[in-house]
Nanobody
Framework: QVQLVESGGGLVQAGGSLRLSCAAS????????MGWFRQAPGKEREFVAA????????FYADSVKGRFTISRDNAKTTVYLQMNSLRPEDTAVYYC???????????????WGQGTQVTVSS
């Protein structure tokens, strides 16, 4: 079992930056693949980024590549999403997720956080 708690969301102007954090706890938290997803009003949840448990490999959606960076701390229990050059279309609830599979570019996630709102004004 893995518990996930996101923080760091808020309101920012277009072109600005935000950093989201996801604190993971539980027996297998440090060995889990971690991902970020988002869901905008009226839209389906979409993948944003993922990172291997070792931190060595990352994977991004095309829509955020070059603007967002996913990372994790040395203890492997906190995952970050640095979001730069934010756009109004990045407005969404952002969710942290975890899974035991080491495959970072596809597959289902087993655990989810409660989400944090990110709003980008134009």
């Amino acid at each position: 079992q893995v518990q996930l708690v996101e923080s760091g969301g808020g309101l920012v102007q277009a072109g600005g930056s935000l950093r989201l954090s996801c604190a993971a706890s539980g027996r297998t938290a440090s060995s889990s693949t971690m991902g970020w997803f988002r869901q905008a009003p009226g839209k389906e949840r979409e993948f944003v980024a993922a990172i291997h448990w070792s931190g060595a490999n990352t994977f991004y959606a095309d829509s955020v590549k070059g603007r967002f960076t996913i990372s994790r701390d040395n203890a492997k229990t906190t995952v970050y999403l640095q979001m730069n050059s934010l756009r109004p279309e990045d407005t969404a609830v952002y969710y942290c997720a975890a899974k035991s599979s080491p495959i970072i570019n596809w597959g289902q996630y087993d655990y989810w956080g409660q989400g944090t709102q990110v709003t980008v004004s134009s």
